[in-house]
């Protein structure tokens, strides 16, 4: 049976990948910040499930700050292959939190890779970096050889564990892959990124829960996809024989107006009332979009879901549901 060991494993794309490896009969273990709540966290479903919590899927308290907890669990757990997905996610909380992103991005990659550096078993290892290490790329659509040009601390700590994850796998033949992964969502994405911001408000306002959105830059465009598709390629792209770097992309520009216009469209509402532009959640400008293109994953099999649309409207029927549960106040900040 292969395990994995999954750092991040209550977010959005560390459930997701749990489900799916669980799916192709893995065992999968997972690191858990101290601090987490598992009853509110993307795992609930599988941890209150008993068939599974304690069988298959086994989570272990862990900071990654503190870097011997990691290898202890490394050394026990002994997996044959590691997905790095945890750190500070947000861009524009990157500006408030400098340190603290850089510190859980650059040094906690850069810690990982010390620790499996040292491992004496075989290991494969997959780091979800971010298409925000182009920042302003002179090229669009952006791929593998794109030179790294971040604009934010965010971008500036995943370019510095990308260029490090490709150090090592030099340097010592290891078994490393990035993952340059365009914006890819689904109902378990942070409330505080802009599509779950706005389905989230679309449906609350629906239910009489909310009066707006505030929102910053409208026009601000970006390559969205589904993120069950990504962490798909996350698990195909360690099983080629050696590590590389690989973009995970739709190829596909949309605006945050169009995810306005979709999402209020499917709760029968216009948008325009209803959103207020905040100064302060308007970020420096973009000079040229972040679009990928995945052609190198995509020849390895993978293919990621093009229909927009339908990942909206997904995205706002979860919340309706969910919310036609367990009605509260929506923070509309
Ligand atoms: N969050 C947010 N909130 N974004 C807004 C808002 C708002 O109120 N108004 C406009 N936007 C714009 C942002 O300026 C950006 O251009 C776009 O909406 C998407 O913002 P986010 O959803 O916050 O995502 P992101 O593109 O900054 O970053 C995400 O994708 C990266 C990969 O491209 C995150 O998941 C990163 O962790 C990831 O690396």
Redesign the pocket.
């Known amino acids: 049976m292969p395990c994995a060991l999954i750092t991040g494993i209550t977010g959005q794309d560390g459930s997701y990948l749990t489900e799916f490896l669980l799916d192709q009969g893995y065992t999968v273990h997972g690191l858990v910040r101290r601090t987490s709540s598992l009853e509110r966290s993307n795992l609930r479903h599988l941890c209150s499930n008993p068939a599974v919590f304690g069988k298959t899927l086994h989570l272990h308290s862990a900071d990654l700050e503190r870097p011997i907890t990691f290898l202890r669990i490394l050394q026990r757990v002994n997996p044959d292959e590691i997905y790095h997905l945890a750190g500070q996610?947000?861009?524009?909380l990157s500006f408030d939190m400098a340190e603290t992103t850089a510190d859980s991005i650059a040094m906690g990659t850069l810690r990982i890779l010390e620790i499996v550096r040292e491992h004496p078993a075989p290991v494969r290892l997959f780091h979800a970096?971010?298409?925000?290490i182009f920042g302003r790329p002179t090229v669009s659509p952006q791929d593998e050889s794109t030179p790294l040009n971040p604009v934010n601390p965010?971008?500036a700590a995943?370019a510095f564990a990308t260029q490090m994850i490709r150090i090592y796998r030099e340097k010592f033949g290891l078994h490393l892959t990035n993952g340059i992964?365009?914006?890819?969502?689904s109902p378990r994405?942070?409330e505080?990124?802009?599509?779950?911001?706005i389905c989230r408000t679309a449906a609350a306002i629906k239910l009489g829960l909310a009066t707006e959105?505030?929102?910053?830059?409208?026009s601000?465009?970006?390559?969205w996809g589904d993120a069950r598709d990504y962490v798909r390629g996350m698990w195909l792209s360690l099983q080629q024989p050696a590590g590389d770097d690989y973009v995970f992309a739709t190829g596909v520009l949309h605006s945050?107006q169009e995810v306005l216009e979709l999402a209020f469209a499917e709760v029968g509402l216009n948008w325009r009332p209803y959103v207020h532009r905040?100064e302060r959640?308007?970020?420096p400008p973009?000079t040229c979009t972040?679009v990928g293109d995945s052609s190198k994953v995509c020849r390895l099999g993978w293919q990621p879901a093009t229909d927009f649309a339908a990942l909206i409207r997904w995205m706002v029927s979860a919340e309706l549901e969910a919310m036609s549960h367990t009605p509260r106040d929506v923070d509309p900040a």
């Open positions: 996610s947000h861009v524009g970096t971010s298409s925000e965010y971008g995943k992964l365009y914006n890819h969502e994405r942070g505080n990124f802009v599509t779950r911001k959105v505030r929102l910053g830059d409208t601000a465009r970006r390559d945050v905040d959640l308007v970020r973009e972040l």
